[in-house]
């Protein structure tokens, strides 16, 4: 009850901008429309919860139980390829990367849901294992960060349009509730035993190295694509997330997706449980009804996402650029992606985890709260951006370029330390939600741009996607700033603090001086007073 109170709470934003849209400011043609969005909601709420509730019984402990017996393999190269496979299999099971596959598909069928869930998978668990061998080799973080977005923005290049803000976008997703405590919980086995440091702080960056890895993967997947195309990758399709025929149908549809999702973990930590882990038996059938709430809940979650959650948001994106409205209605787009952005960001699990953890790491310098308002005014302006891109069609690099040069030119002056966070925190801040609602509402906005401006338009592949990737970049910025200022800090104390140690010492030193002179006085005193009296002894006797 807890979990569901925590994600309906959490979804309250998205609730108050969907009924002052939908209820006051443009209302929906007919009754079913409003029952479809109350059955999507419904769903994406009670699925969230059930979908974190058994991930804090199996997923979370496989993924830390299979991280620490890692270890035990001993030799570099089984840790580095038992990192891939796991970073794999949990990347697929990510609800958020999910949404995203069926939104893609849904608009260019050549792309296969399945074949994008498991290309960035693979990218992830690449860079997952190469994070790990960092760790162990203590490679400079900062040093690959700059190489790798580097060779990133020299591959676009070569990129199809259609996929560069499609790959950003996908590299928000695939780390998520299910990744994160999988990669982490490897980091941290690794980190502690065998890099040259032995302590935690190697594991701060590993999901920013991660988020690499699908970024370039789905370029791959993109040049292959439209060279098996002979060289044009087909027209964009209608993006439509309101026309299956029932509820009924999309759950048996999502029946098969979401066990392909899940079987794969559930396969591969039995053979660790009888070999390595060796659990007590009550404690294996919880890990596997866990799993069991797990399916259950995705499948719920994703459902009521395909009947009515998306669908909302497409009519919301939608419905701002109705030609019958005056032109600077459009506009009011900015406003509601900057609330919704900072709403969602206020209210995602995994920046409050950000937040406790940056607190405790500057010992209270740095409060909690003021990483998660830095944070989601960041975020609330990135959304504002992507609003931006697509009812003004330019570029989607024309943003990204600037900011990753920001955050890239930002490392020369933070700590490594402040680094890693930075890019881990960029690749945590793109949950569900985001892909479950702000995705569809940037789709259907770009939808009707490109219904408006004609055939000259952007397509809605090309112009609807990015939003993800500003909320993953804005982070990288907004906490290596909080680095800088808590360095900053740090030297200033420690300079208040030297001085006033050479105060307290030449304070001691001019009182042990004064002390001296003192009692030489007295000596000298001393001394006159001893002679007198020896003169008065002497006279006294003749």
Excluded at 136 to 160: E, H, R, S, T
Excluded at 452 to 480: C, D, E, R, W, Y
Aim: charged share 15%; hydrophobic share 55%; glycine share 10%.
């Amino acid at each position: 009850m807890n979990t569901l109170k925590e994600v309906f709470l959490s979804s309250l934003p998205l609730a108050a901008v969907i009924i002052i849209v939908c209820g006051f400011v443009a209302p929906m043609k007919s009754t079913f429309d409003y029952v479809k969005l109350m059955i999507g909601y419904a769903g994406v709420v009670v699925g969230q919860s059930l979908f974190l509730d058994g991930l804090n019984i199996s997923i979370l402990p496989i993924g830390k139980l299979v991280g620490s017996s890692l270890i035990k393999l001993k030799k570099a190269v089984f840790i580095i390829f038992f990192a891939f496979v796991f970073g794999l299999l949990a990347t697929v099971a990510e609800p958020a990367l999910s949404v995203l596959a069926r939104q893609t598909h849904m608009i260019m069928e050549s792309v296969s849901e399945a074949v994008f869930v498991w290309i960035m998978g693979a990218g992830i668990g690449v860079m997952v294992g190469f994070a790990l061998f960092r760790i162990i080799k203590d490679l400079n973080i900062k040093i690959l960060f700059a190489i790798l977005y580097i060779a990133v923005f020299l591959a676009v290049l070569f990129v199809p349009e259609q996929f560069i803000a499609l790959a950003f976008d996908g590299s928000g997703a695939t780390t998520g509730d299910v990744s994160v405590p999988f990669i982490l919980a490897l980091g941290m086995g690794v980190s502690v035993t065998m890099s040259k440091h032995k302590t935690n702080e190697d594991t701060f960056g590993i999901i920013g190295l991660a988020s690499v890895g699908p970024i370039l993967a789905l370029f791959i997947y993109g040049i292959i694509l439209k060279a098996a195309h002979g060289g044009a990758l087909p027209p964009a399709g209608i993006y439509d997330p309101g026309r299956a025929e029932s509820l009924g149908a999309i759950v048996v549809s999502n029946l098969g997706g979401v066990a392909l999702a899940l079987l794969p973990i559930v396969v591969v930590f039995v053979p660790f449980q009888f070999l390595l882990l060796k659990l007590p038996r009550k404690e294996f059938i919880m890990i596997l009804l866990g799993a069991a709430a797990v399916y259950v809940g995705l499948l719920v979650f994703l459902s009521g996402i395909d009947f009515g959650f998306a669908f909302a948001g497409k009519y919301i994106g939608e419905v701002f650029l109705d030609p019958l409205r005056p032109p600077w209605f459009k506009w009011l787009l900015l406003l509601v992606g900057f609330v919704l952005g900072a709403a969602i960001t206020l209210s995602e699990p995994a920046v409050t985890v950000l937040g406790e953890q940056l607190e405790e790491i500057t010992n209270g310098h740095i409060k909690k709260m003021t990483i998660r308002m830095a944070l989601a005014i960041g975020i609330g302006f990135a959304a504002l951006i992507a609003m931006v891109k697509i009812l003004t069609q330019i570029n989607i690099l024309w943003f990204l370029v600037p900011l990753y040069a920001a955050a890239l030119i930002l490392m020369k002056f933070t700590s490594r330390l402040f680094v890693g966070l930075a890019f881990d925190s960029g690749g945590v801040t793109g949950g569900a939600l985001t892909s479950a609602f702000l995705t569809p509402l940037t789709l259907g906005a770009a939808q009707a741009v490109a219904g408006a401006a004609g055939p000259g338009a952007q397509s809605v592949l090309t112009n609807g996607f990015g939003i993800i990737a500003f909320i993953s970049v804005t982070p990288l910025i907004a906490v290596q700033i909080l680095g800088i200022i808590y360095d900053a800090r740090l030297r200033k104390m420690r300079q208040l603090m030297a001085e006033a140690e050479l105060a307290e010492i030449a304070e001691l030193a001019s009182l042990a001086a004064h002390t001296g002179e003192t009692g030489a006085t007295d000596n000298d005193g001393a001394e006159t007073g001893d002679q007198s009296l020896s003169v008065e002894a002497k006279d006294s006797v003749e």
